[in-house]
């Protein structure tokens, strides 16, 4: 069963930054699709951004210029990091990574394992 775990979530002032970490675990495939998605309140769900095992990167349009996603392994697990700079109030939002079995993310939304995710908040 494969697990996902969000951390790094906060507050910050407006123009500062932030960085996640989703530690995944629970399988033994050496490919794998790490994704990040958000929601605000009343809002739909977005994709910010995937990566896959081999580190290459793709950016949604919230994403691009500012965050940047990347992937480590430790101890036989990955790990994928979003780091984020120049924080607007607008990138307040429940932040989730996601992950599917897969070599190459694409532009596959149908990601099927979920972390329970973790809040940024931005302030003005």
């Known amino acids: 069963q494969v697990k996902l775990m969000e951390s790094g979530g906060g507050t910050v002032e407006a123009g500062g930054s932030l960085r996640l970490s989703c530690e995944t675990s629970?399988?033994?495939?050496?490919?794998?699709?790490v994704g990040w998605f958000r929601q605000a309140p009343g809002k739909r769900r977005e994709k910010v951004a995937t990566?896959?095992?081999?580190?290459?990167?793709?950016?949604e349009e919230p994403a691009q210029g500012r965050f940047s996603i990347t992937i480590s392994k430790d101890n036989g697990k990955n790990t994928v990091h979003l780091q984020m700079n120049s924080l607007k109030p607008e990138d307040s939002a429940m932040y989730t990574c996601?992950?599917?079995?897969?070599?190459?993310?694409?532009?596959?939304?149908?990601?099927?394992?979920w972390g329970r995710g973790t809040q940024v908040t931005v302030s003005l």
């Open positions: 996601a992950a599917g079995l897969w070599f190459e993310c694409g532009a596959r939304n149908d990601f099927g394992y």
């Open positions: 629970g399988y033994t495939e050496n490919y794998v699709c």
């Open positions: 990566i896959n095992y081999n580190g290459s990167p793709r950016y």
